[in-house]
């Protein structure tokens, strides 16, 4: 089971950045795919969610209107849109698949994304 991701990066506060999360080695399109973050000093906090057919998404109230969460089922890969970045947007950003019937719980290893002028 591999969950990489990339795109993270240094941008200007108001700037956009997309992550991806490609996945392999489970059936990618039965599992739950989120993105969390975790800043420094700070506890790991879910940042977006989405259902394993796409239907249902959820944010975290801080994301709410700038980040968009989506996947790509043929592309085993899943992708947060974020814009209006903001510094406290500043973190460590991992990719996590959940399949709640069988249990699994997989975790990419975190790309970093920094907000600073």
């Known amino acids: 089971v591999q969950l990489v991701e990339s795109g993270g990066g240094l941008v200007q506060p108001g700037g956009s950045l997309r992550l991806s999360c490609a996945a392999s080695?489970?059936?990618?399109?039965?599992?739950?795919m989120s993105w969390y973050r975790q800043a420094p000093g700070k506890e790991r906090e879910l940042v977006a969610g989405?259902?394993?057919?796409?239907?249902?998404?959820d944010y975290a109230d801080s994301v709410k209107g700038r980040f968009t969460i989506s996947r790509d089922n043929a592309k085993n890969t899943v992708y947060l849109q974020m814009n209006s970045l903001k510094p406290e947007d500043t973190a460590v950003y991992s990719c996590?698949?959940?399949?709640?019937?069988?249990?699994?719980?997989?975790w990419g290893q975190g790309t970093q994304v920094t907000v600073s002028s």
């Open positions: 996590n698949a959940r399949h709640f019937v069988l249990g699994d719980d997989y």
């Open positions: 080695g489970f059936t990618f399109s039965s599992y739950v």
């Open positions: 989405i259902s394993s057919v796409g239907g249902y998404t």
